[in-house]
């Protein structure tokens, strides 16, 4: 189902429900108080909000233990945390000069941090990995502020979830009034602490995808050609074509070793001139030449012959063979009679737009695969690139690498979109953990100053700052997306 199909239906079932909720409320339904009395979700337009205290005793019990321990981290992520505030302003600066070079320039250079918008950069299939990750990443951040809050003698009112259209985020409710007397410094330490959690989290998800090869080493080895997953919209063509689990270990003369050399040998046949196949003379001796439009001109000779063209100093000829004998005599690729031996023919593929004088971007693409025939695939790289679907773990044993990618993509999203929210949390944007974090700086830099005023100034000048810096970034790396 396409993202767009997605969000349709979802906007949908929340106009349902919120015209069923706004129903039944206006006729005074005793039945959905009732429900609503034990289960508090709020439902409002286009969003779904559940709170719960249940958690409130076992957070207070847990901290009262670790009390010293959880002193001693979220001090040490306080420091962290504001050590990455300049870094990030760099950062986002950074993205803000590509995105806007992009823009001016017409290109598409990719920045270290840009929104991420299903179904514009974001693959319809990764739209679970997003939603989950956004959630564990929001729970983690959150977690972090309500253990530093009650750490610190402040009550946890509750604990939320939120689901807007499809997205869901995760909350804390702190008494605002509680936090704000405490010290600069205490303060600090509860606004630091989601970005903290990310960073951890962020950390934690890196090490696991660096370290899933050695972890895995006995079921599965790495860099020694990719292993097929699935074929989405790729037609299976018979016994020699691609198939679930196949070890790919080459793309005509350029060897792979895993996902990245993977796309790179493809990228490398459709900006590389047609190869052929250096072939002994002795094997065209007994076939018959061609004229030029006559070349494979027969519906039942199509299936496995095509046209090749083998040229000379002297002369050309054209011959209609079976493309798999031709790659299996083949004893080297050249794209001239020159890289072949003095008793060999270079034999270059042609296609029938070729034979009529008309540009084709078709190649003749021989995919090498371990203990089976090499896979004979005509026609444009990017089908490939974009139908197959590879991973780097080829199994030692008869357990796929399935969900082996599973854990791989949902380490990747954790780690990026981690660091991501770590970077704009810490930035001094308006309804961001930064504005708070630059206020109780400021409280404890201006401390025992008495002009009240610089200090707001100062406040505002930063908020204004990191805000004006985030909307510049999102806008242009929106319009960079869609124009």
């Keep these: 189902m396409e993202v767009t199909n997605v969000f349709g239906f979802v906007i949908l079932v929340h106009i349902f429900i919120y015209c069923f909720d706004r129903y039944m409320k206006g006729n005074n339904s005793q039945r959905y108080k009732n429900f609503l009395s034990m289960t508090p979700i709020q439902i409002d337009f286009m969003s779904l909000r559940w709170t719960t205290s249940l958690f409130n005793k076992k957070i207070n019990n847990w901290t009262t233990r670790e009390k010293n321990k959880l002193c001693w981290w979220y001090s040490l992520g306080t420091m962290v945390t504001v050590l990455l505030c300049i870094p990030s302003l760099i950062l986002l600066a950074s993205t803000a000069v590509i995105s806007f070079e992009n823009l001016r320039q017409h290109e598409n250079h990719e920045a270290i941090l840009q929104p991420v918008v299903p179904g514009v950069n974001l693959p319809s299939t990764d739209l679970p990995y997003y939603l989950i990750t956004l959630l564990v990443c929001t729970v983690v951040h959150e977690i972090g502020h309500a253990l530093a809050a009650v750490s610190e003698q402040i009550p946890l009112i509750s604990f939320g979830l939120i689901v807007w259209l499809i997205v869901p985020a995760a909350f804390v409710e702190l008494p605002t009034k509680d ?143 079976r493309a798999r004998e031709v790659s299996e005599l083949s004893t080297a690729w050249c794209s001239s009679h020159k890289d072949c031996s003095n008793n060999q023919s270079c034999l270059r593929p042609l296609f029938q737009s070729e034979l009529e004088n008309e540009t084709d971007s078709s190649r003749l693409i021989l995919i090498q695969r371990k203990n089976a025939a090499s896979i004979i695939f005509v026609g444009h790289p990017d089908e490939i690139y974009r139908s197959v679907s590879v991973s780097n773990y080829v199994p030692r044993t008869f357990i796929g690498p399935k969900y082996v990618n599973v854990i791989y993509h949902l380490m990747w999203y954790l780690f990026s979109f981690s660091a991501g929210l770590a970077v704009l949390n810490v930035v001094p944007c308006i309804f961001m953990d930064g504005q708070y974090i630059v206020g109780a700086l400021t409280e404890m830099v201006f401390k025992g100053c008495e002009s009240v005023s610089m200090k707001r100034q100062v406040q505002r000048a930063l908020i204004f700052s990191g805000t004006t810096l985030v909307i510049v970034n999102i806008a242009f790396s929106l319009l960079s997306m869609f124009l």
């Design 179 to 321: 936090v704000t007397s405490l010290s600069p410094w205490k303060q600090l330490k509860i606004y630091c602490a989601g970005v903290w959690h990310n960073i951890v989290l962020s950390i934690v998800a890196f090490f696991i995808v660096m370290s899933l090869p050695i972890l895995l080493m006995p079921l599965f080895q790495t860099g020694v050609g990719v292993s097929v997953l699935n074929l989405d919209g790729y037609s299976v063509g018979g016994y020699h074509d691609f198939q679930i689990g196949d070890q790919l270990t080459g793309v005509n003369s350029c060897r792979v070793t895993e996902d990245t050399s993977w796309k790179q040998c493809l990228a490398a046949v459709l900006h590389a001139s047609s190869s052929g196949f250096c072939v002994n003379n002795a094997y065209l001796v007994g076939v018959a030449a061609n004229d030029q439009l006559g070349c494979c001109n027969n519906s039942e000779l199509s299936q496995s012959h095509l046209c090749f063209l083998s040229s000379s100093d002297v002369i050309s000829h054209h011959y209609c063979l």
